[in-house]
């Protein structure tokens, strides 16, 4: 599976977009990019995936450089409940496909 | 629909003792991953079972193993523990049919004194 490098850190305004940046240099053609994010002594939980097009959910919205090098999550309205760790993963999508290794992720902030 | 449960929710131990884990996945699912989360450390992944088998592994001594029984559901098993064990520990559970998004438990934070 592709390396992904994320800052460590970000701070966000409540209401404000938290955009977190994702760098997957190496990303293959058949990798996709997940994003998972973990609250406090929480399982993490799935948020979004993408192959090349954005994709956009009822949490979050994806978006994939053409290049597919790096990408960007957005919370389009940041809450103080959305301060977690969030992991960006790049790997090969389908049901026979091994164990995701996350990384350190960015860990987000909130503040009213 | 009943999501990953996962138990016990907490469970402490002393060194060289044996600690079990048990993972329920949702129900459909036949993958089954677990990880290690130690405090202030990123996942570590554990162990990965599907269909009933052992399908990968990742870097832990032996002393760390586990099954998975013919309904999905899984135990780890961790036997001599010690110190350093204490954790949390996550189980994953995953559809062969679904493009790869796993679906956590809460976890079972094991204390080994």
């Known amino acids: 599976d592709a390396k992904t490098t994320q800052p460590p850190s970000m701070d966000c305004a409540e209401g404000r977009a938290a955009n977190l940046p994702c760098n997957h240099s190496?990303?293959?053609?058949?990798?996709?990019v997940y994003w998972y994010r973990q609250i406090h002594s929480q399982g993490p939980q799935y948020i979004i995936h993408?192959?090349?097009n954005n994709e956009t959910n009822e949490m979050a919205s994806l978006i994939i450089t053409e290049d597919r090098k790096s990408s960007t999550l957005i919370l389009p309205h940041a809450t103080l409940r959305d301060t977690a760790v969030y992991y960006c993963?790049?790997?090969?999508?389908?049901?026979?496909?091994?164990?995701?290794?996350f990384g350190k992720g960015t860990k987000l902030s909130v503040k009213p | 629909e009943a999501g990953v449960t996962q138990s016990p929710t907490h469970l402490i131990k002393t060194r060289g003792q044996q600690a079990t884990l048990r993972c329920s996945p949702i129900?459909?699912?036949?993958?089954v991953y677990w990880y290690q989360q130690a405090l202030g450390l990123g996942l570590q992944f554990l162990l990965w079972?599907?269909?009933?088998?052992?399908?990968n592994r990742g870097n832990f001594p032996p002393r760390f193993s586990g099954r998975q029984f013919p309904n999905y559901s899984s135990e780890l098993n961790v036997n001599a523990l010690e110190l350093e064990d204490s954790a949390l520990y996550l189980c994953?559970?995953?559809?062969?049919?679904?493009?790869?998004?796993?679906?956590f438990g809460e976890g079972s934070r094991l204390t080994v004194l």
């Open positions: 190496t990303i293959s053609g058949n990798e996709y």
């Open positions: 993963i790049v790997r090969v999508s389908g049901g026979s496909q091994g164990n995701l290794i």
């Open positions: 993408g192959l090349k």
């Open positions: 079972y599907d269909e009933g088998e052992e399908r």
């Open positions: 129900s459909g699912h036949t993958s």
């Open positions: 994953a559970s995953r559809s062969f049919a679904n493009t790869g998004e796993l679906f």
